[in-house]
């Protein structure tokens, strides 16, 4: 059975970086989403399989997080620089077989969720 395992989440204060992994048993595209408390789970970014792929990102995190990959480990991460309070959220890691993707139900592996909580 496939298994996303994520790690590196913490408490971290604003303006401060974290780096979320996820650890998946094959090559998959993949994705990490966050649920905040009170709110619906929201897209975060994205990666294709191959390396070197293409990436998506959401508007309220470009320019501040990077998406990458490690075939080798088949581990997927996420590079959160400068954060904010309203990245608070619990962060869940996604897994496809096919193109990445910016839609949530188009997901149909997931991790456990790590938390992230920034204070100001």
């Known amino acids: 059975q496939v298994q996303l395992v994520e790690s590196g989440g913490g408490l971290v204060q604003a303006g401060n970086s974290l780096r979320l992994s996820c650890a998946a048993s094959?090559?998959?595209?993949m994705a990490w989403f966050r649920q905040a408390p009170g709110k619906e789970r929201e897209f975060v970014a994205a990666?294709?399989?191959?390396?070197?792929?293409?990436?998506y990102y959401a508007d309220s995190v470009k320019g501040r997080f990077t998406i990458s990959r490690d075939n080798a480990q088949n581990t997927v991460y996420l590079q959160m620089n400068n954060l904010k309070p309203e990245d608070t959220a619990v962060y869940y890691c996604?897994?496809?077989?096919?193109?990445?993707?910016?839609?949530?139900?188009?997901?149909?592996?997931w991790g456990q969720g790590t938390q992230v909580t920034v204070s100001s």
């Open positions: 990666i294709s399989w191959w390396s070197g792929g293409i990436t």
């Open positions: 094959e090559r998959y595209a």
């Open positions: 996604a897994a496809r077989r096919v193109a990445a993707t910016v839609r949530e139900n188009e997901y149909d592996i």
